[in-house]
């Protein structure tokens, strides 16, 4: 494996780490729960309103050690918005999104129901952020030491996310794997709170990416 290159030097985890960051994840989870609970009821019932049901979207993605789990989010974008059943990228002004779509994407309201994926271990709070399988395999085919960034759980908030503006293209995909890399041979405790910390900001500031 040329997971070498990327661990030689730096690398920081360990047992009672990863048992620490659990007990995080699963009490801001339950803590975040009980506070966003009427803000996702109201989330529910705009996306009935304005186009009906699912309210909920779930999509397959990528997890640690390459194993694939459920994601779970409010639907954003219009029923069947993938009619030819290819994987396609997203766009930052996607006409597929919604108005209801656009405020819950805007706000990050459409990312609470991943909560449930953090209770139940498939993801962190922080990492790097789980992509769609078929994207993933020719990324892997294309971009050296991709699959290095599923040594970690993905997250809900990554280090990529705060340093690099939306992208959809395979050359967005390559930058942000420096900013992946860089996290999962640097994670600590420390460097978690630091990306909570300034996604906050980011969302309730709008100071947008470095």
Do not use: C
């Amino acid at each position: 494996s040329p997971g070498w290159l990327v661990f030689s030097t730096g690398f920081a985890g360990g047992q009672l780490v990863e048992s620490a960051k659990r007990a995080s994840d699963v009490f801001i989870a339950l803590v975040l729960l009980l506070l966003t609970w009427p803000l996702m009821l109201i989330a529910a019932i705009a996306i009935v309103l304005e186009s009906g049901r699912p309210v909920f979207y779930q999509q397959t993605r990528v997890g640690l050690g390459g194993k694939t789990f459920s994601i779970f989010k409010f639907r954003s974008m219009v029923v069947n918005a993938e009619k030819e059943g290819e994987a396609v990228w997203a766009t930052a002004k996607d006409s597929r999104v919604t108005p209801v779509g656009a405020v819950l994407r805007n706000t990050r309201i459409d990312e609470l129901p991943q909560l449930w994926n953090v209770l139940r271990g498939d993801m962190s709070f922080v990492g790097p952020r789980p992509e769609r399988p078929e994207f993933v395999q020719g990324f892997a085919e294309t971009l050296p030491f991709y699959n290095e960034r599923h040594r970690v759980k993905p997250g809900l908030m990554g280090w990529a996310q705060l340093n690099y503006p939306y992208g959809a293209s395979d050359e967005d995909a390559e930058q942000k794997l420096r900013y992946d890399l860089y996290y999962v041979k640097n994670k600590s405790l420390m460097l978690d709170l630091v990306i909570m910390v300034q996604t906050v900001q980011v969302i309730l500031l709008g100071m947008g990416v470095h």
